[in-house]
């Protein structure tokens, strides 16, 4: 129910880390039950998700990289962007089935992807 709360965006209702985030004690306990902890933490991993895999691209261009792992990277790219995209509008429209059934499905394509990047960059064939 993480998307029922804060359906705003960029920030958490009016602040970055609004009290909620940090309300039970062990503090712990925020990131594992509490339904803000645990949106913050999602909202802050796609953040860095996004900001790798644009760094990869980065650095994959300066890389004599082969048809196959320059593929993979685009596809890494439009891939991230599409899920943080329908990450965004799935916590704007308060998670809609459609919307919240594409984001996961995002991050299985999201994930095959770079498992296929990973196999290309660590292969010999490349």
């Known amino acids: 129910d993480g998307g029922m709360v804060f359906n705003t965006w960029p920030k958490m209702g009016n602040q970055w880390v609004p009290e909620a985030v940090t309300a039970l004690s062990p503090l712990y306990l925020n990131f594992t039950e509490g339904i803000a902890g645990i949106q913050f933490i999602h909202r802050y991993l796609a953040y860095i998700v996004f900001g790798l895999i644009i760094y990869i691209w980065y650095a994959a261009k300066r890389l004599n990289t082969s048809v196959a792992q320059r593929r993979g990277i685009i596809a890494l790219v439009i891939l991230v ?14 998670v809609p089935i459609s919307l919240g059934v594409l984001h996961q499905l995002g991050a299985f394509v999201l994930l095959a992807a770079n498992v296929y990047c990973l196999n290309r960059f660590c292969s010999k064939a490349g």
């Open 81 to 94: 962007v599409i899920q943080f995209l329908l990450g965004v509008f799935t916590l704007l429209y308060a």
